[in-house]
Nanobody, 124 residues
Framework: QVQLVESGGGWVQAGDSLKLSCAAS????????MGWFRQASGKERQFVVT????????YYADSVKGRFTISRDFARNTLYLEMNSLKPEDTAVYYC?????????????????WGKGTLVTVSS
């Protein structure tokens, strides 16, 4: 089992920045690829970005490319999502996820573990 706890969400204005964290515990952090997803009210959960278990591979959704940056700290067993130039359409509950395997994945149903999410609200 892997336990994931997100933090760092909040209310910001358009153009602002925010950094989310996801603390992992349980099994070895470096054994898992990690990802961030988001779910806006009334919509399906959506892929944002994923990072390989070694940290040297990433893949971003087009909607966040160039604005968001994913990273992971192996000493702290923590995943991060730095979000810049936030837009109202970025408003959602953000979830971190962990999954095993060689290939990076973007489909929510293919994730092995989920956190409970943190809410990000971007006002115009």
């Amino acid at each position: 089992q892997v336990q994931l706890v997100e933090s760092g969400g909040g209310w910001v204005q358009a153009g602002d920045s925010l950094k989310l964290s996801c603390a992992a515990s349980g099994r070895t952090f470096s054994n898992y690829n990690m990802g961030w997803f988001r779910q806006a009210s009334g919509k399906e959960r959506q892929f944002v970005v994923t990072i390989s278990r070694t940290g040297d591979g990433t893949y971003y959704a087009d909607s966040v490319k160039g604005r968001f940056t994913i990273s992971r700290d192996f000493a702290r067993n923590t995943l991060y999502l730095e979000m810049n130039s936030l837009k109202p359409e970025d408003t959602a509950v953000y979830y971190c996820a962990a999954y095993s395997g060689v290939l990076l994945r973007t489909i929510p149903a293919r994730m092995d573990y989920w956190g409970k999410g943190t809410l990000v609200t971007v006002s115009s």
